[in-house]
């Protein structure tokens, strides 16, 4: 089983940056993805953002060209760079973990909350 923890978010206003980070720790090894999901009020939980222990990445069209994902391997970490921020992006942020090949049970963070003001 795989734990994170998640660190960031907060209250920022439109056009603002915010930073998040995820640790990762337990049984991680193999290929796998490190990611950022969403989910506002209301709504379904909604893919933001992953990336592959090979570095491979994949962004929802609505974050495209405002979002980067990062991660570091040797810590376990990734990292979700949002810039350009907007109000519809306001959700709480949960880390995702997968293990791919071999494969396991999918692990989350707690979530974090983001909110954009207008």
């Known amino acids: 089983q795989v734990q994170l923890v998640e660190s960031g978010g907060g209250l920022v206003q439109a056009g603002g940056s915010l930073r998040l980070s995820c640790a990762a720790s337990?049984?991680?090894?193999?290929?796998?993805?490190m990611g950022w999901f969403r989910q506002a009020p209301g709504k379904q939980r909604e893919l933001v953002a992953f990336?592959?222990?090979?570095?491979?990445?994949n962004y929802a069209d609505s974050v495209k060209g405002r979002f980067t994902i990062s991660r570091d391997n040797a810590k376990n970490t990734a990292v979700l760079q949002m810039n350009s921020l907007k109000p519809e992006d306001t959700a709480v942020y949960y880390c995702?973990?997968?293990?791919?090949?071999?494969?396991?049970?999918?692990?989350w963070g707690q979530g974090t909350q983001v909110t954009v003001s207008s």
């Open positions: 990336i592959s222990s090979g570095g491979s990445t």
């Open positions: 337990g049984s991680i090894f193999g290929f796998n993805t």
């Open positions: 995702n973990y997968r293990a791919i090949s071999p494969p396991g049970p999918a692990s």
